[in-house]
């Protein structure tokens, strides 16, 4: 991207949203975790043989899948069990018979698509070795604060050590190492109580709380039909095609079927693979309209994205897509998106998301988030500044809570670190600019700066030699959250960060277009929002753009 930045930059944010109407579900990277329970629960779901395909083309070369460090676990678990489960399938004569009545066509055949049987069985002997190792007894793993992981792990883990039993009475040509004894341990600090009272609930026909529903698959037998699990029109259970699989328990119905048919969607849409979590309408557009409005970038908003944000304002809420349950961070969001787009809404739906002095994302979290209370102040301040709510009292008390909140939970290097991505500089950036955005209103003169300033400086000294900025590597994504920091919180003129931000510009320009798979958001495994991750970084760009100092240093 060159000079003409500035006349491009209209095109790319025209562009970007033609794509959110082209693409309403939403653009999204395909999931390791969510494939691997697909090739275990739905082996007669078109896109059979691209599942596997992705599985193998997606391990890691030391035989893992998924990101780093305490990252692996969870995709790695899912991948072995699934190819454990398709090795056993094509080994038995009946149930390969049983797969190949489903539409998808033999499994033998797709088997034989990604290589044959000897290459699904090194996979899988190597998946197990970095798994062994990884859960040997007496190692700790730290374990990423993701959703489900506590319920998933031990789902997992059973499911391959049901595997594992059946080697020595069933064995499987060249996993003979793996008939003796040896089983998977669970982590430290992850125990079985919490999914056999979900497994408990469901056979009695119990109603789970929506957020649940979203790693339903982890119920087993219990989740076939289970009466007190209802889809949604869409036909999504969770908004996951796992949960929704596990649900359907098999493709033989009526083609009809509303959870069919999503499956169906979400698998050709992909290609085999699937996402995580789909849809994410509500969480994709209100994520890049206001990334592409604090950048200063002009819009011309299709009015169909405006009015479909203002109709998925329910008493509590929005969710982030249809099946998931509502929640402050979508919901902050989409408030401060149509308030920006002249739609002023009451911010009265945020208030039973209120607990203490900050906010949950949604009533019986575990653990808070730095992120959504960031959102929740942003709105809450935007609301205050236009005067239309008419409980000033109730939102200067919570805009003054939530800031203290942000600043007691700011880590002492200056960073915050959030559940909801990988990265510190997606939440460092998310916390920053809401306190820095106190600044432009009436509670001016009661800010404290020194959480600004701390990010400030915590960002300027971990940019990497080659202007970039990322927790494991430099990514386009996690630089562009960097110069947000930089170039709307700093002070103007200071010619240290200005070097800094001129490096990180110089490295955005030359890599923005090239390949980058980098998957740093949270849900069950990491995952990349196509969307909000381009907007962002075409935010960034822009920033540094309009000033001239950025641009000079850094051509």
């Known amino acids: 991207m060159t000079a003409s930045i500035g006349t491009d930059m209209a095109k790319l944010a025209r562009d970007l949203l033609a794509g959110l109407l082209a693409e309403p579900w939403g653009q999204m990277s395909p999931s390791v975790y969510e494939t691997g329970r697909l090739i275990a629960l739905a082996p007669w779901l078109r896109g059979h043989a691209n599942r596997l395909a992705f599985l193998m083309a997606t391990q890691r070369p030391d035989g893992g899948w998924g990101g780093p460090d305490g990252y692996l676990l969870v995709p790695s678990l899912s991948a072995v069990d ?10 038995d004569p009946a149930a390969v018979a049983a797969v190949s009545a489903q539409p998808s066509g033999t499994e033998l055949a797709a088997v034989h698509h990604i290589g044959g049987y000897p290459r699904l069985v090194a996979a899988v002997d190597r998946g197990l070795r970095v798994l062994f190792d990884l859960l040997r007894s007496g190692r700790r793993v730290q374990l990423p604060d993701t959703p489900g992981i506590e319920i998933i792990v031990p789902a997992l883990v059973e499911s391959v050590n049901g595997q594992l039993d059946q080697l020595a009475a069933h064995p499987l040509p ?14 430290q600090d992850v125990c079985t109580a919490t999914l056999a009272a979900i497994r408990a609930a469901l056979r009695t026909g119990a109603r789970l709380p929506d957020k649940l529903l979203h790693a339903l698959e982890i119920a087993g037998d219990a989740a076939r039909r289970a009466p007190g699990v209802h889809p949604v029109p869409l036909g999504t259970v969770g908004a996951s095609p796992a949960a929704t699989a596990a649900w359907l328990s098999d493709g033989t119905g009526d083609r009809t079927e509303p959870a069919l048919r ?15 979590v789909l849809p994410i309408t509500a969480f994709e557009r209100s994520w890049v309209l206001t990334t592409l409005v604090r950048a200063g970038i002009p819009l011309a908003v299709p009015r169909e994205l405006v009015d479909d944000l203002d109709r998925c304002l329910a008493e509590n809420g929005t969710p982030g897509g249809p099946g998931l349950p509502p929640d402050a961070d979508t919901t902050s969001v989409v408030l401060l998106a149509l308030s920006q787009q002249g739609v002023l809404r009451r911010p009265d739906c945020l208030w039973p998301y209120r607990d ?13 988030s730095p992120t959504v209370n960031a959102h929740v102040l942003e709105t809450l301040v935007d609301c205050a500044g236009r005067g239309g709510s008419g409980t000033t009292t109730r939102l200067t008390t919570a805009i003054r809570d939530v800031t203290r909140w942000l600043r007691d939970v700011q880590h002492p290097d200056g960073s915050w670190t959030d559940k909801w991505h990988s990265s510190p500089y997606y939440a460092t950036a998310c916390c920053a600019l809401a306190i820095d955005g106190l600044r ?19 960002v300027l000294a971990t940019q990497r030699v080659d202007g970039s900025w990322g927790r494991w590597a430099g990514t386009v994504e996690e630089t562009a959250y960097a110069l ?12 240290t960060v ?16 090239s390949p980058d798979e980098s998957a740093l958001w949270h849900d069950k495994d990491l995952y990349r929002p196509e969307a909000v991750v381009r907007a962002t970084a075409l935010g960034a760009l822009h920033l540094a753009h309009r000033s001239p100092a950025v641009v000079a240093l850094a051509t």
């Open 484 to 495: 947000q920091v930089l170039l709307l919180t700093a002070a103007p003129g200071d010619p």
């Open 498 to 513: 200005g070097r800094a931000a001129a490096r990180g510009y110089a490295y955005l320009r030359a890599t923005i277009d």
């Open 82 to 91: 699934g190819l454990l489960h398709a090795l056993r399938r094509t080994s």
């Open 440 to 458: 432009h209103s009436a509670m001016a003169s009661a800010v404290d700066r020194h959480p600004v300033r701390a990010a400030v400086d915590w």
């Open 174 to 187: 060249g996993l003979d190492a793996w008939s003796g004894s040896a089983r998977l341990g669970l982590p």
């Open 262 to 276: 999503y499956l169906d969607e979400v698998a050709t849409r992909y290609g085999g693979p699937v996402p995580s």
């Open 356 to 368: 203490g002095t900050h906010f949950c994302a949604w009533v019986g979290e575990r653990t808070p």
